[in-house]
């Protein structure tokens, strides 16, 4: 730490005190070059995690975007609030233990679509036919296909079982 008064790089800590919660750290410190002493405070350093919208522009990752995007998706639908908060939380946390300080919407909106999916399949194609933008009912067959598939699929293993 760098002396305020001299510029000496030296010095002694004399106290230390949490505060904040314990989110921060205040130290008393003492110069070994002119013997002043001064308060310093320590926290940690976020990093905002920064998402990469399609059209390049970057802005700071917010939960309340997914969750909002959900809850539209299953409006008049039987899916409690608290499955989408655990899905919101689920993604949040995936995301920031990955490390990363960029992630890209169409990857945040692919997990969305993978825990709808898994949900409520009304509200599934909803979300898919905002975040992938459908243009015609080609597009909304194909994935009304592609959950039958899936479905008939699943329903084969049941009765076979």
């Excluded at 949490?18 to 990093?47: H, N, P, S």
């Excluded at 169409?106 to 709808?116: F, P």
């Amino acid at each position: 730490m760098k002396c305020p008064y001299c510029g000496h790089q030296d010095d002694k800590v004399l106290h230390s005190r949490a505060v904040r919660d314990g989110e921060a750290m205040r130290r008393r410190r003492e110069c070994l070059g002119c013997g002043r002493r001064y308060t310093t405070f320590e926290q940690i350093e976020e990093l905002r995690l920064m998402v990469v919208k399609r059209d390049g522009r970057r802005e700071p990752f917010e939960r309340g975007k997914i969750l909002r995007g959900m809850t539209v998706a299953c409006e008049k639908r039987p899916v409690p609030t608290e499955t989408l908060e655990s899905i919101a939380d689920d993604i949040e946390k995936s995301i920031l233990d990955s490390g990363r300080v960029e992630i890209e919407s169409a990857e945040i909106g692919e997990m969305v679509m993978d825990a709808l999916r898994n949900v409520d399949q009304v509200a599934y194609v909803r979300f898919a036919s905002v975040y992938r933008q459908f243009e015609d009912v080609g597009q909304f067959k194909e994935i009304v296909d592609v959950l039958g598939g899936r479905q008939r699929r699943s329903g084969r293993r049941a009765a076979q079982g």
